[in-house]
């Protein structure tokens, strides 16, 4: 069918790339306490926007970190009620060198726009919004109850979101939400995301002697921390990329026959995504299992950094009185954070080595989900992609994670729809990120025809 909306979109392209671009050039990273006041700006510069296209009830909501951004329209008799959710804050930009355009100057090159929070997640939350203003400009109502709900706290674990979730506001009363921060399998293929790994982000401090000690003078009889954590890291998986926690895998439930079997039939070219996306030499992994099981439906175990001692130029011989390591998991449908979490601390201490002491953390978690396909706006999501891209809609998993995914359905009882336009290679939380403005351009036609498919 012909939609006036998605041709007030078509002709005002320009502006919404312009509009875009302003939102991209605020540094909102939001893990830098440095840049709390431009996680503000870029809540309040989105409140701004909704009020203008039309929103009703915007505000600004106060959290421990950074703020929620609230609005909604709800004039719409018998029809649904959407929940509409994106995150305004960034990765941080390093290494800095690495750009080739600066990450907070947007840059249009090759039909892309370049710049921190692009893809992830500024691009697709602008999308929603310009969805809901052609809507609003071409038949001054939307089709169907439409709630927003926009954070500043999802690349630091969302803890504001979530405690405001968990509290069953009325505000977010709804019957699904919508999520535009996935990606599409393959350039030009609609793509809807039904399942996403869950999350364990921890932090091991072991500690030896009580302040840093010289290497020459106590080499030998003091511990050092860095020797035990590399010999606790050392022991969490074999060789071949299985955990050795126990019990860890006890609880997964494995996709099914059929997903595997469509899963199979993707296009995806191993060594393509092994030199393109990956750039190594070799992939690695649990063996007995593909590429896009071993990063949809299986768990995995990942240091990230370990922070202290002597890491300046030259030499200090120093053993270092403590060692921290940073260290997640991924988890997938079937596990729980509070028992992995408790799996992994239990096998850590009982691995240490002796002479020292340890702590293990948890900083931030998020559920595992798995979404069926047969709920009705699922099904008006596939119409929708159909029309605008041309093409059969496929459904993946993700081996990301979006914690208000579990949050909304745990306590909301909403299951999602993970309508993303992101492509594999946009180069998320890494230098020259980017978003297809062709993408970023059907991607706001799709959910204008999704949000009217889901009123019939």
Request: aromatic share 8%.
């Amino acid at each position: 069918m012909s939609s006036p909306a998605v041709a007030f979109a078509r002709q005002n392209q320009p502006r919404f790339l312009s509009e875009l671009k302003a939102l991209l050039r605020i540094p909102s990273i939001s893990t830098l306490p440095e840049h709390k006041a431009d996680c503000r700006r870029a809540a309040e510069m989105l409140s701004a926007e909704l009020k203008r296209i039309g929103m009703e009830n915007v505000r600004i909501l106060e959290t421990e970190g950074h703020p929620l951004v609230y609005a909604d329209w709800l004039q719409a008799t018998a029809t649904p009620t959407v929940l509409c959710y994106g995150h305004y804050d960034v990765q941080p930009t390093d290494p800095l060198e690495e750009w080739l355009s600066p990450p907070f100057e947007p840059e249009e090159r090759n039909g892309n726009l370049y710049a921190r929070g692009a893809v992830d997640d500024k691009g697709q939350v602008w999308a929603q919004v310009k969805a809901l203003e052609s809507l609003l400009a071409e038949q001054g109502k939307l089709p169907i109850n439409v709630r927003v709900l926009f954070e500043g706290e999802e690349e630091v674990g969302g803890e504001g979101i979530a405690k405001y979730v968990a509290s069953k506001p009325p505000e977010l009363k709804a019957d699904f939400a919508l999520v535009s921060d996935t990606e599409l399998f393959a350039p030009g293929l609609p793509t809807l995301c039904v399942g996403l790994r869950g999350m364990i982000y921890t932090e091991i401090e072991v500690r030896g002697a009580k302040t840093d000690l010289h290497s020459g003078m106590y080499g030998g009889a003091a511990p050092n921390p860095f020797m035990a954590l590399a010999q606790i890291l050392a022991r969490l998986k074999d060789e071949n990329g299985h955990i050795l926690i126990p019990g860890f895998y006890d609880d997964i439930i494995p996709p099914s026959p059929e997903e595997l079997s469509a899963w199979r039939n993707l296009p995806f070219d191993e060594e393509h995504y092994r030199i393109t996306e990956v750039g190594s030499k070799q992939l690695v992994g649990e063996e007995g299992y593909s590429v896009l099981e071993r990063t949809w439906a299986r768990p995995t175990l990942e240091v990230h950094g370990m922070p202290g001692g002597f890491i300046g130029a030259g030499a200090k011989t120093v053993i270092p009185a403590k060692a921290v390591a940073k260290v997640s998991m991924r988890l997938v449908p079937g596990m729980t954070p509070q028992k992995a979490f408790e799996q992994y601390s239990s096998f850590v201490k009982k691995i240490a080595p002796a002479g020292v002491d340890m702590e293990v953390r948890l900083i931030h978690s998020g559920d595992p989900c798995l979404i069926r396909v047969d709920n009705p706006y699922i099904k008006a999501a596939t119409r929708a992609l159909h029309e605008v891209w041309g093409r059969e809609t496929v459904f993946i998993r993700s081996g990301g994670s979006i914690p208000i995914v579990g949050d909304f359905w745990r306590h909301l009882g909403l299951p999602s729809v993970m309508m993303g336009f992101g492509l594999p290679d946009d180069n998320i939380h890494a230098p020259n990120e980017k978003f297809n403005i062709r993408n970023f351009e059907l991607g706001i036609e799709s959910l204008i025809r999704f949000l009217e498919e889901t009123a019939r």
